[in-house]
């Protein structure tokens, strides 16, 4: 689905940018939990957890990619550079 207006695509950013870090919290409780445990069978289940959680944030960051590709082409050049540092899915 492409974005038609540069709202449109500005939305399905900040979307996918809120779903992005979620997922990242989840990671770090999951390995908080880990760290936690006592037992390799309850850090192997934890394991296979996060695993899921990194396949869904693969998927979540192509279409991230795909969605800010998008907006881009919406802007001038030097807004461009801005638009990439304020919606890093990495950065708070």
């Known amino acids: 689905m492409r ?3 540069y709202e449109e695509a500005l939305r399905r950013v900040e979307d996918l940018t809120v779903r ?4 990242e919290d989840q990671m770090n409780e999951l390995l908080e939990r ?3 445990q006592n037992s ?3 850090v192997i289940k934890i394991l296979n957890q996060r695993q899921a959680v990194v396949s869904a944030q693969h998927v979540l960051l192509n ?3 795909q969605a800010m590709n998008e907006l ?3 802007l001038e050049f030097p ?3 801005r638009m990439y540092a304020r919606f ?3 950065v708070y």
């Open 3 to 5: 974005a038609t207006t």
């Open 63 to 65: 279409e991230w990619n």
């Open 40 to 42: 390799w069978f309850r």
């Open 79 to 81: 807004e461009r550079e």
């Open 34 to 36: 880990m760290l936690a």
């Open 88 to 90: 890093r899915p990495g």
């Open 20 to 23: 992005i870090r979620y997922l």
């Open 72 to 74: 881009v082409g919406f």
